[in-house]
């Protein structure tokens, strides 16, 4: 079949499966045991400013309205109203989500970069002992959990060089002069550069290990093939043999990327508790311990797009440089 | 050839194997492509006859090959062991026709597991059957495959031997059952020259003393003839052609076997053999319809070649228009044979070169 | 006599093991001028891909050249570095045409991009002469011109060898080193190739070292041959001197041993035993545990590879060249194999 076919299809898929995720995600928070009207109750609210607040917000009407309410509005860009906050979900979460982004994708990509350029090199240069340390080496920081890592880096450098600041995204003292700035002011300034340093450097180390050994294995097992030979044998200079080496080894380097986007979202709650940064993942444990289902409910659903669509864009990448890929494959 | 009951028999035997479709064409419910792997074929095999089986690669013999060891489930048609169909058999029956049929493998170096010595390579038939007096059986059968001493290699693993020593135990895997059947996918191809004859030679020398039959599957001609007795040619899942081995290569009938015997190189600088005018490649078997399968590159092609040829002749059978006159025997009722020249003046068509356009993509 | 293209005097070739140096080729002697094919036959392990290597500067990191010399237009091919003889011999004087597994093209890399590739780094061409001069070779190997710009899954087994062919001859070099370029191809789709391969030798004027284990092959397109076992170079001559008065005893049973289609009740011969895996320096006939000729001389030394009745084209490398050949044409094949203490006498 076609490429074009190929990726006409590949989106739909993916349009389709977000759309299942949605609908599931709905259902499975609603049925769930436990609701905010004991978190609500907990709180001080009253009996009857509980039903005027479930009149309001459509808490009583029957499931499939709710659910229909729910989807239409979604589509037009309401995605609910946090329970806890009363706030739409969107203004609640926006900034954190953005917080997270900003540390994650950055560290994430920087890290496969630098593991993917490791694992060339330590695929060409087997046997060596260069090889050897660079293999333990990357395994050894691979079991290491990013929080454990994050509290290393901490330590060290905020804690015994003083290099950094130890939590938090901007200071107390110095948020007080970005209230009247426009958003993104805040993180331009040399104060949020210091306090990202040291969470980014955790993400990165911690993402180099799997591209880099993947990546490794790679390359071994496309030294043996023919055209590797082939390229050799013709004269290409080395660089360049490395360079269509490299093409090929990164197919499977690809296609674990969205793996680990995946993982990082699980580790992204306790790498923010440990440096207490305003992101996703700690907005989402307070949302979950306080029944918020709305704020959870969208958060999840982001968590999902999110790892879809990472596997619709790797696809998508893969089917640009592999010339062969169709949907059968 | 004797003229009992055929030990294997095979009757208009069709395995197509559906192509994968996209997720549209199913839900279109659009018919998915069939690859007609072998298509209406019909072949037996009596006691201790070797019947050779030659095609280039993607003619269906390997396909052919598996149907006849049950490996693979037949689409049309039935093939049957001494009469019962396999579709009849039971566990018992399988049990029974496994130890009765047996295959050599192509390749010496990948059929022998590597992690097991030759002694338990050749013990586990023996297990699997119940069958005892295993100590003696195997030296008995290292004997028969010229692999002496057997304390020799017995104890060896798969990696100790040259390739000649592995296909000799292969065969003796094989005879080590006592089987009637010996199915044998190109046994002798990934042999240095030097060795071929002589495993062939052995296989020839068993036969005869074991009173085997074998269905011989290559696509080499040159060693096939040495040790059968017919010839099948297969193109495209049909075979086209079937005669004794001496009549094959003396007088080959069907175009695609002439072709095929004049592109074999011949050993000797002083013979002067023309390069072949035969174009293109053979294409997938996918969606062929009727007709016969070589017309596309066939250079005695003619108009009535858009119907399917039946098979004619007794001793040598073709299935070649060249070789019957459709339209006589569509009349009769009775299969007319002519003669290619009779064919040729009669339709006027000239024999045209086959187009051979690179349809192979 | 002018310089012969590639000439081979005395070649060792040994690859660093674990289990020590492997001889893979033992003193072997041979030329090639130019325009001519020639025709390199021998069995699995007796360093025919080794030599093709060798000369297209593609041995494996643990092989080298321990002693004597191949020569490529009077230059040792030791002496060039890597860099030199990328700018001056490689794919421009010297391709390779690969042994026939289908993964030789780089299946993420279209077909005309691999060649201007090539191209870029062995010539100043520009992009455009280059891709005009492989669509002429496309041309002459019978495929079109218009699908240079396809990727390699597009083609078929057959069309990628001959695009394989066309990338080695594009930039028409003087040699091209054929390692068993039909092996793994039906035999009219090989007979289709060696077509265009007869055609290439009137057209271009190329020389061809073709290496294969099928002496058919050999016999019918080339003009010279040598007949190598174990390492060592058995016989060498023109064709027609190696089939019609062969010398060497492997040169002699491996005829016997190839079918022959036209003649198919002729028995086979078979040759006992395996080659030889040899470790250091090779002093003795690798042939002799297999040799039905084989005495206590054939022990001691390697054979020279000395002409055969006064004619310096043609030469065997056998301490009995002459007793052999003619008690083989009185007697046939001796039953026994190996030593033969009285002499040969039977």
Redesign the interface.
């Known amino acids: ?1 076609s490429r074009a ?1 190929y990726f006409v ?1 590949r989106t739909l898929q993916t349009v389709a499966m977000l759309f299942l995720i949605l609908t599931f995600l709905f259902f499975f928070f609603r049925l769930m045991p436990g609701n905010y009207a004991d978190i609500m109750t907990f709180q001080g609210v009253t009996g009857e400013q509980l039903q005027a607040f479930e009149a309001k917000w459509g808490l009583n009407d029957p499931l499939h309205v709710q659910y229909v309410d729910y989807v239409t509005n979604f589509v037009t860009g309401d995605v609910g109203t946090s329970l806890r906050l009363r706030e739409p979900v969107w203004e609640a979460v926006k900034m954190k989500l953005f917080n997270s982004f900003i540390l994650l994708a950055p560290g994430i990509t920087l890290g496969y970069l630098i593991g993917t350029t490791l694992g060339t090199y330590l695929g060409t240069n087997r046997g060596s002992l260069s090889e050897r340390v660079g293999v333990i080496g990357s395994i050894f920081i691979g079991t290491m959990p990013i929080f454990f890592l994050a509290i290393v880096l901490l330590m060290i450098f905020s804690g015994w060089l003083n290099w950094f600041p130890s939590s938090g995204m901007i200071s107390a003292v110095n948020a007080a002069q970005f209230e009247n700035s426009p958003w993104y002011a805040r993180y331009l300034s040399a104060d949020f550069a210091l306090h990202y340093a040291l969470p980014f450097t955790a993400v990165v180390i911690r993402y180099i290990n799997l591209p880099a050994l993947i990546m490794r294995t790679s390359v071994v097992e496309v030294l043996g ?3 590797v ?9 080395r660089l ?1 043999q490395v360079r ?1 080496i490299a ?2 080894a990164s197919l499977p380097v690809i296609t674990v990327y969205p793996i680990s986007m995946t993982r990082a979202i699980g580790g992204l709650v306790l790498l923010e508790v440990v440096f207490n940064w305003p992101g996703i993942g700690y907005e989402l444990v307070q949302a979950v311990l306080q029944r918020d289902f709305p704020v959870v409910q969208f958060v999840f659903f982001l968590i999902a797009a999110f790892v879809l669509v990472s596997n619709y864009l790797i696809d998508v990448l893969y089917g640009i ?4 890929v169709s ?2 494959d | 050839m004797s003229a009992d009951a055929p030990l294997l028999e095979v009757d208009g035997l069709k395995k197509y194997f559906a192509q994968d479709r996209s997720l549209s064409d199913v839900l279109l419910r659009r018919e998915p492509d069939y690859i007609q792997a072998v298509d209406d074929l019909s072949f037996d095999l009596h006691e201790n006859e070797v019947k050779g089986v030659i095609g280039e690669s993607g003619c269906g013999k390997t396909t052919l090959l598996m149907t006849l060891l049950g490996l693979s489930e037949k689409t049309e048609g039935n093939v049957r062991f001494e009469g019962t169909d396999y579709a009849e058999f039971d566990r018992s029956d399988w049990k029974e026709f496994r130890r009765r049929v047996q295959v050599i493998f192509q390749d010496p170096f990948n059929s022998l597991d590597p992690k097991k010595t030759i002694r338990r390579s050749l013990e586990i038939p023996l297990e699997v059957h119940d069958i005892g007096d295993r100590e003696r059986r195997i030296h008995e059968t290292m004997e028969m495959v010229e692999l002496g001493p057997p304390e020799r290699y017995l104890d060896r693993y798969p990696n100790e031997l040259s390739g000649g020593e592995k296909q000799r135990v292969s065969i003796a895997r094989a005879l080590i059952l006592d089987p009637d059947v010996i199915m044998a996918d190109e046994p002798v191809s990934m042999l240095d020259v030097s060795t071929q004859a002589v495993i062939l030679k052995l296989l020839s020398r068993l036969i005869e003393e074991q009173g085997l039959s074998m269905v011989y599957i290559s696509h080499d001609l040159s060693t096939v003839s040495y040790i059968c007795d017919e010839i099948n040619v297969m193109y495209l899942g049909r075979i086209v052609e079937t005669a004794p081995t001496m009549e094959l290569l003396s007088d080959p009938q069907h175009p695609y076997s002439r072709e095929l015997i004049d592109a074999i190189p011949v050993p000797n600088p002083h013979a002067d053999r023309e390069r072949t005018s035969l174009e293109g490649s053979t294409p997938d078997p996918i969606g062929l319809g009727e007709g016969c399968r070589f017309r596309d590159r066939c250079p005695k092609r003619m108009d009535v070649c858009e119907t399917t040829p039946r098979t004619v002749g007794t001793d040598h059978e073709v299935a070649c228009h060249l070789y019957y006159d459709h339209d006589a025997t569509q009349a009769t009722g009775e299969v007319v044979r002519s003669t290619p020249d009779e064919r040729l003046a009669e339709t006027g068509s000239p024999p045209t070169d086959g187009e051979g356009a690179e349809a192979d993509r | 006599m002018s310089t012969p293209l590639l000439e081979a005097e005395d070649l060792t070739i040994q690859y660093q093991t674990s289990s020590g140096p492997l001889t893979a080729v033992s003193n072997a002697s041979f030329t090639i001028e130019s325009g001519e094919y020639f025709g390199l036959v021998g069995e699995s392990g007796c360093g025919k891909s080794t030599i093709a290597k060798a000369v297209v500067g593609g041995l494996d990191s643990n092989g080298a050249i321990t002693s004597g010399t191949l020569r490529y237009k009077g230059t040792e091919v030791q002496d060039y570095s890597e860099r030199e003889f990328n700018d001056e011999v490689r794919w421009k004087e010297i391709s390779l045409i690969p042994q026939s597994s289908m993964n030789n093209l780089d299946p993420l890399q279209r077909v005309s991009d691999q060649a201007t590739e090539i191209a870029s780094v062995h010539t100043d061409m520009g992009k455009e002469a280059a891709l005009e001069r492989f669509q002429e070779m496309f041309e002459t190997v019978g495929l079109q011109p218009s699908r240079i710009h396809d990727y390699p899954h597009q083609f078929s087994g057959g069309m990628q060898q001959r695009a394989i062919i066309a990338l080695a001859l594009f930039l028409e070099p003087s040699v091209i080193v054929a390692d068993e370029p039909t092996t793994a191809l039906d035999v009219i789709m090989q007979d289709q190739i060696f077509k265009y391969l007869d055609e290439m030798k009137a057209e271009l004027d190329t020389s061809m070292l073709l290496i294969t284990h099928d002496i058919s092959l050999v016999f019918e397109s080339c003009d010279r041959m040598a007949v190598m076992h174990g390492g060592q170079v058995a016989e060498t001559g023109s064709t027609t001197d190696v089939y019609d008065d062969p010398r060497h005893p492997y040169s002699i049973l491996l005829q016997e041993a190839f079918p022959d289609i036209q003649h198919p009740e002729r028995e086979l011969g078979t040759i006992d035993g395996t080659p030889p895996e040899s470790y250091g320096q090779v002093a003795e006939c690798t042939f002799v545990e297999r040799c039905p000729w084989a005495t206590e001389e054939c022990l001691e030394a390697e054979p020279p590879l000395d002409s055969v009745d006064g004619n310096e084209r043609h030469r065997a490398a056998c301490f009995r060249m002459d007793e052999v050949h003619d008690r083989y044409e009185v007697e046939g094949k001796p039953e026994a194999t190996g030593i033969q203490t009285d002499g040969g006498a039977r």
């Open positions: 079949m076919r299809v093939q023919d055209f030979y082939y390229h050799r044998v013709t004269g290409l200079p360049r269509h093409k090929h440089i592999d010339p062969r949907v059968e």
